[in-house]
């Protein structure tokens, strides 16, 4: 190791090597740096279960060096780590990400939890038609369709950079998803959606400043920024309902810290659902809001 950069140093084992990568990370602020260390680890061996666990007293492979390296630095100075090896699980299901698009969280999988509950209450045995509103790496609408491949499922983004590794990651799953480009609900004016279910953006504009640098320098700004208060795009979508057909029977959102009342006396106003539903994350955290009809 040295100032300008992460050198792994003499010949070590790759637990060694991990370990020492750690201990470089952490000095430089990254957070969690030993499942980080991990995680770019078995990315550059190509190793997982078992066969990780197992080379683990191994030397240090000379022909990975190089690789590793780079990988340590570029997290050393604040890049995601699922941006450095390109992909991400959500909902057991492997993604496809980029700078185009957010990294699928794991509270999200909470809110694929919920509307495929209340989904199945509303539509026993049913079809509804479901779209995912700015949908990223397609996350949402992937895991939907893979949970529930009977009901049509669509999705949404304004981005054509996120639109093209969504489609990109359901073709690959090999699941069945419409993609359309557009603001928020405008691409489905005049349509009969059952189910409207979206994680958007939801920082306040001042605030995103001051998050991680992981969040604030490389994820997409536009996949973050919900204006002044957050809110921004919860009440467009108020404002864009009379474009549908009808209202859906079931919508649900993800939303930050401190704004589900908000966002539930929005979807109250509105007189389209009769059952508002706040649902905490693993943290405790009231996380999503769902309006049941």
């Given at each position: 190791?040295?100032?300008?950069?992460?050198?792994?140093s003499g010949a070590l084992n790759i637990s060694e090597a991990r370990k020492e990568a750690s201990s470089f990370l952490a000095a430089r602020g990254v957070q969690e740096p030993d499942s980080n260390a991990e995680l770019l680890l078995r990315h550059v061996l190509g190793l997982e279960g078992a066969a990780y666990l197992a080379a683990l007293r191994d030397?240090?492979?000379?022909?990975?060096?190089?690789?590793?390296?780079?990988?340590?630095?570029?997290?050393?100075?604040?890049?995601?780590?699922?941006?450095?090896?390109?992909?991400?699980?959500?909902?057991?299901?492997?993604?496809?990400?980029?700078?185009?698009?957010?990294?699928?969280?794991?509270?999200?999988?909470?809110?694929?939890?919920?509307?495929?509950?209340?989904?199945?209450?509303?539509?026993?045995?049913?079809?509804?038609?479901?779209?995912?509103?700015?949908?990223?790496?397609?996350?949402?609408?992937?895991?939907?369709?893979?949970?529930?491949?009977?009901?049509?499922?669509?999705?949404?983004?304004?981005?054509?950079?996120?639109?093209?590794?969504?489609?990109?990651?359901?073709?690959?799953?090999?699941?069945?998803?419409?993609?359309?480009?557009?603001?928020?609900?405008?691409?489905?004016?005049?349509?009969?959606?059952?189910?409207?279910?979206?994680?958007?953006?939801?920082?306040?504009?001042?605030?995103?400043?001051?998050?991680?640098?992981?969040?604030?320098?490389?994820?997409?700004?536009?996949?973050?920024?919900?204006?002044?208060?957050?809110?921004?795009?919860?009440?467009?979508?108020?404002?864009?309902?009379?474009?549908?057909?009808?209202?859906?029977?079931?919508?649900?959102?993800?939303?930050?810290?401190?704004?589900?009342?908000?966002?539930?006396?929005?979807?109250?106003?509105?007189?389209?659902?009769?059952?508002?539903?706040?649902?905490?994350?693993?943290?405790?955290?009231?996380?999503?809001?769902?309006?049941?009809?």
């Amino acid at each position: 190791m040295n100032d300008n950069g992460y050198v792994l140093s003499g010949a070590l084992n790759i637990s060694e090597a991990r370990k020492e990568a750690s201990s470089f990370l952490a000095a430089r602020g990254v957070q969690e740096p030993d499942s980080n260390a991990e995680l770019l680890l078995r990315h550059v061996l190509g190793l997982e279960g078992a066969a990780y666990l197992a080379a683990l007293r191994d030397p240090f492979p000379g022909e990975r060096q190089a690789a590793w390296e780079a990988v340590i630095r570029r997290k050393a100075a604040g890049e995601p780590a699922q941006y450095i090896i390109g992909e991400q699980g959500f909902y057991g299901l492997t993604f496809k990400v980029t700078p185009d698009v957010l990294i699928p969280r794991p509270e999200t999988e909470l809110l694929v939890e919920a509307i495929v509950q209340a989904g199945d209450r509303l539509w026993p045995g049913g079809v509804p038609a479901a779209a995912d509103i700015g949908t990223g790496s397609g996350a949402i609408a992937a895991a939907l369709a893979h949970l529930r491949p009977s009901w049509r499922i669509s999705a949404s983004d304004i981005s054509p950079g996120a639109l093209n590794v969504a489609q990109e990651n359901v073709r690959r799953l090999g699941l069945d998803v419409a993609f359309k480009q557009g603001n928020l609900l405008e691409p489905f004016a005049g349509e009969p959606l059952d189910i409207v279910v979206s994680n958007p953006p939801y920082i306040p504009a001042e605030t995103i400043a001051h998050l991680q640098p992981e969040v604030r320098d490389y994820e997409p700004r536009g996949a973050l920024d919900g204006g002044p208060d957050g809110l921004a795009p919860y009440r467009v979508m108020m404002a864009q309902l009379p474009l549908l057909l009808r209202p859906p029977r079931l919508i649900g959102f993800e939303l930050g810290m401190g704004q589900a009342g908000d966002v539930a006396e929005l979807l109250r106003r509105t007189g389209c659902w009769s059952e508002i539903v706040t649902i905490k994350d693993l943290a405790g955290i009231d996380r999503h809001v769902l309006g049941i009809a």
